[in-house]
């Protein structure tokens, strides 16, 4: 390094944290930039802190999202549980995915993507029907686009309880599985929708298909070792479930599956073991709202 | 294809409304219509079939909310009936929630058990003239305000006299239960609406034993109260593990239900979760309301269907024998309703094919729904499955009026009240009168039992009947209580299909002891008394 930088680097150092943050909120971003850039390493870590803060609020007001990314990251990495630190880390997200949206309108307006975009923005906000409309439109203007159809089969069964729906997001699954047959999940939703329509037989196929696809999925292990247990195969049934246990230890659906399997298998023992794991999952977490909550049932 | 079509339409029955026409006419008065500011407005109430003056017809009891009596309607035939309510002595006003029916004291003459946020009524039958309120002289006044709900009687030691069961839902007052929007447990989909279950103190379900004359609570010795942690609302109760011990299965609003096993020393355990009764088939509670038992499969085994919340499935708990039982909802033909709220249920066999079929109630606990603009609304319409030889095909869209019309409902009830062959159901309705439904009785034959015992309880309360007809053995029980918070008539009902003979009719009274019947002509109602020895 030069020696110039050397010499500056040891001036900036020296200069006071507090006037460098006091600076940045008077609006001197460009001019603080640097200095605060290296109160970061300050062994000081509430100046660090503070200086990141203020380094952080000033580039992306700036829309500098591509420098500031990197603050906030460290930011959270030295930081993790701090509100402040915690704030302008959503503040940053949230800027940069608005300025993200708003160039990608600006410049590929006719783009799928858009209507991606505003389809899965719809679904977070409840808005199902426009969402629904927005992923059709995506679909049309690139069929081939992986998990488009996947998202608007599941939008289909939330925005209505009418059986109909059911068949209707069947086949937007389907439509995924002709697009990327590997699709565990695709797979597996295809199974339960059948099985709601009552064909146990058809389910069943998909039910095992999707287990092959992927031995880690818990929902399709679990639905396998149930056909195990209706065929009365209690040793098979038992093994996935003991997988699927494996997979996703805090699981409810597979210790309880597993405490059937047991049960039926007439090993009690073992099913009471299960019950016991079940009950301790079930207990409903220690905190703020479960104390307010004791407090009002020993009124 | 469309003759074929035509003709499984015309199987389908059409389910009329004809309480207008049959007399059932007073508004049930529940809570809010707009609005409801408290839980205690969602959950009532329950209705009865009871033949209170024994003249073989089911008179028909309606519970109500605070700015009324319940009603009792005498069946005056000819599908009639009269508001006998002043006349028998009905006046108390209050939050009603259950009923359950019974012949506590062993006099011939069914006795009424009506539940309340408050005190709960005991209803002595006075020779079929008049109900007098004995609950303090029998010993049941409560030391507090209680949410009781579903209630039951049962003789769960078999000593020929009546217990009773009664569920309790929560701890409830005015004063301090938060108002809509207070926590995150008042809102449903965004928007405020009354607090609860969740966030209102759990309550202990209790248990009253017959002795000396009176009821006294055994709620703790018998370990009834031992589960802390439920919403109980309706009550059921049956042999579910067969060992000749009344069991009783409790369900409950957003936690798991409760089966009570009984274990033949005056002690109960909560055994629903190993037994596979408490949760859904993915380990979940679900927010139960009415209960309903019944061999669907001719297997010899009472199986469960529990009623749940919008979003969620109704329940069916197959019993795979010895009470042990795995949820059998979706490949049973169940896996399709998601937008109902259910409440009153029962299995009842419209078409007497000999398969018991299933009807729900539902109706929105929350008013406020119809504010959202979604596909769940307030009043919602009943459903009706056919029981198509053990799987359940919905025919609600196709069996009329009755059944395409909605209605906030909760009880309902079934009975053959004119005894012409069919089964009707009552069904209270909030803030509307109630519906009496009917369908034409069809071709098949059936025949209608009423029990009697004599070492037993004279109401024959926990009786067992199988029946074997037409290559076909069907298996019921006579209970107290059931569907949500109401009493189906203590009668049975049998479809018999096409056969016009009955091969076997087997009475198992409570106590163990056996008695066969060779019933001589079929289509017509039986009394059957408990021989003595």
């Given amino acids: 390094m030069p020696a110039t930088s050397l010499f500056l680097i040891a001036i900036l150092a020296q200069t006071d944290a507090g006037t460098l943050i006091s600076r940045a909120a008077a609006g001197e971003c460009d001019a603080v930039d640097a200095p605060l850039q290296l109160q970061l390493s300050n062994r000081d870590r509430q100046s660090a802190r503070l200086a990141g803060l203020a380094l952080a609020q000033c580039r992306i007001g700036a829309k500098h999202f591509d420098t500031a990314g990197p603050v906030v990251a460290q930011m959270e990495k ?30 590929a307006p006719a783009s799928y993507r858009v209507d991606q975009l505003s389809a899965e923005v719809f679904e977070t906000q409840g ?16 069929p081939k686009a992986i998990n488009l159809h996947y998202r608007l089969a599941r939008v289909l069964l939330q925005q209505s309880h009418e059986p109909a729906a059911l068949e209707a997001a069947r086949k937007e699954f389907v439509a995924e599985l002709d697009l990327n047959p590997s699709d565990a999940v695709a797979e597996y939703q295809v199974a339960q929708i059948l099985l709601a329509q009552g064909k146990k037989a058809d389910a069943a ?17 679990i639905a396998v070792a149930k056909l195990r247990s209706d065929a009365k195969r209690y040793s098979d049934a038992i093994s996935l479930l003991e997988r699927a246990v494996q997979v996703q230890p805090r699981s409810e659906i597979a210790h309880y599956n597993l405490m059937l399997a047991y049960r039926n298998a007439g090993r009690a023992a073992d099913a009471q073991r299960e019950k016991a794991e079940l009950d301790k999952i079930q207990k409903p977490p220690d905190g703020e709202f479960t104390d307010f909550l004791k407090r009002l049932g020993n009124k | 294809m469309i003759p074929l079509l035509v003709l499984l339409l015309a199987q389908n029955p059409v389910f009329r409304d004809i309480a207008p026409a049959a007399g059932l006419t007073r508004t049930i008065p529940n809570g809010g219509t707009v609005t409801k500011k408290y839980i205690i407005e969602t959950t009532g109430s329950g209705v009865a079939w009871i033949d209170y003056d024994n003249d073989g017809l089911p008179d028909a009891f309606v519970v109500s909310g605070p700015e009324s009596t319940s009603r009792m309607y005498h069946n005056e035939g000819q599908g009639k009936f009269r508001d006998a309510t002043d006349q028998l002595g009905l006046d108390r006003k209050g939050w009603g929630q259950g009923v359950c029916a019974g012949d506590f004291d062993n006099d011939g003459f069914t006795d009424l058990f009506v539940t309340y946020w408050g005190q709960n009524s005991l209803l002595r039958n006075v020779g079929g003239k008049r109900f007098e309120d004995v609950t303090a002289k029998m010993g049941l006044t409560q030391d507090r305000t209680r949410y009781n709900t579903g209630c039951a009687f049962l003789d769960y030691d078999n000593d020929g006299h009546l217990d009773l069961f009664v ?146 499935l109704e329940t069916l708990y197959r019993n795979r024998g010895k009470g042990e039982f795995e949820d059998a909802s979706v490949e049973s033909g169940l896996g399709q309703n998601t937008r ?52 359940f095909v919905d025919i609600s869209e196709t069996s009329g009026p009755g ?45 209608s039992l ?29 209970r107290s209580g059931g569907s949500y918070l109401s009493q189906n008539d203590l009668r049975l009902h049998f479809g018999l299909g096409s056969a016009t003979k009955i091969d076997k009719l087997e009475i198992e009274w409570p106590g163990g002891a ?16 408990e021989r003595r020895p």
């Fill in chain 1, 78 to 107: 030295e930081f993790p549980a701090d509100p402040d630190v915690l704030y302008v880390a959503a503040n940053y997200h949230q800027k940069a995915w608005n300025d993200a949206i708003y160039r990608m309108y600006q410049k």
């Fill in chain 1, 127 to 142: 808005k199902l029907d426009e969402a629904i409309v927005e992923y059709r439109k995506a679909i049309a203007k690139n």
């Fill in chain 1, 205 to 221: 196929a998909h039910h095992e298909k999707a287990a092959q696809l992927r031995a880690d999925f818990p929902e399709a292990l």
């Fill in chain 2, 167 to 312: 569920a309790n839902y929560l701890k409830f007052d005015f004063a301090t239960t938060p108002p809509p929007g207070a926590n995150p447990y008042c809102f449903y989909r965004g928007i405020a609406v009354n607090c609860g279950p969740r966030g209102l103190p759990f309550d202990r379900n209790l248990l009253y034993h017959a002795e000396n004359g009176k009821f006294r609570d055994v709620s703790k010795e018998s370990g009834i109260e031992a589960p802390s942690g439920n919403y109980a609302l309706g009550v059921l109760t049956g042999d579910f593990n067969g060992d000749g011990l009344t069991d009783i299965f409790v369900a409950c609003d957003q936690t798991p239900s409760i089966l009570y096993i009984n274990q033949g020393n005056g002690k109960f355990e909560d055994e629903a979760l190993l037994r596979g009764a408490a949760l859904d088939e993915n380990g979940r509670a679900m927010s139960g309301m009415g209960a309903a038992a019944a061999d669907y499969l001719h297997t010899g085994e009472l199986s469960i269907f529990r009623t749940n919340f919008s979003d969620e």
């Fill in chain 2, 340 to 391: 109902f709220v259910g409440w009153g249920c029962g299995f009842f066999d419209f078409d007497n094919d000999g398969w018991p079929d299933l009807l729900l109630v539902n109706g929105h606990a929350f008013p406020e729904v119809d504010r959202l603009n979604i596909d769940i609304k307030y009043h919602q319409r009943p459903i009706l499955y056919r029981n198509d030889r053990g799987h």
């Fill in chain 2, 403 to 447: 059944i395409t019309t909605g209605h906030s409902s909760r009880g309902a009830a079934f009975a053959d009240f004119d005894n012409d062959g069919s089964v009707e159901v009552l069904v209270g309705n909030q803030n509307e009168p109630p519906s009496l439904l009917k369908t034409t009785p069809g071709k098949n034959h059936w025949i």
């Fill in chain 2, 450 to 478: 009423r029990l009697e015992g004599t070492r037993a309880n004279r109401s024959a309360i926990g009786a067992k009947v199988r029946l074997t007809a037409g290559g076909i053995s069907q298996y019921a029980e006579v």
């Fill in chain 2, 514 to 529: 056996r008695q066969t019947e060779t019933p001589a002509t079929v289509d017509r109602r039986l009394t059957i008394v």
